[in-house]
Nanobody
Framework: QVQLRESGGGLVQAGGSLRLSCAGSGITLDYYTIGWFRQAPGKEREGVLCIDSSDHNTYYTDSVKGRFTISRDNAKNTVDLQMSSLKPEDTAVYYC??????????????????WGQGIQVTVAS
């Protein structure tokens, strides 16, 4: 059974950093496309970053460019989202999803077949 689990969230002051991890069980993440999405209160889920099986990255949110990066830790079977210079508007529940094929051109969640339960990131001003 494929399961994803996010970790590393929490409360941080504006300007701080957090590293989220998406851990896979029942699946080797290195072979798959992983997307990070987020959903703020009262807003729709939005795409943040995606990494495909060839480690090509796709950004879906201009506001995180230069601040967020995505990477794989194959030894741990995780895909990590490094978030720096955090802003209050980054506050959201962050989700990782797994899919196949290239990262979608647009921030479509449809290509991702399984999702983690999400983790809260709160950035205090």
């Amino acid at each position: 059974q494929v399961q994803l689990r996010e970790s590393g969230g929490g409360l941080v002051q504006a300007g701080g950093s957090l590293r989220l991890s998406c851990a896979g069980s029942g699946i080797t993440l290195d072979y798959y496309t992983i997307g990070w999405f987020r959903q703020a209160p009262g807003k729709e889920r939005e795409g943040v970053l995606c990494i495909d099986s060839s480690d090509h990255n796709t950004y879906y949110t201009d506001s995180v460019k230069g601040r967020f990066t995505i990477s794989r830790d194959n030894a741990k079977n995780t895909v990590d989202l490094q978030m720096s210079s955090l802003k209050p508007e980054d506050t959201a529940v962050y989700y990782c999803g797994v899919g196949v094929g290239p990262c979608p051109t647009g921030p479509s969640a449809e290509v991702f077949a399984s999702w983690g339960q999400g983790i809260q990131v709160t950035v205090a001003s």
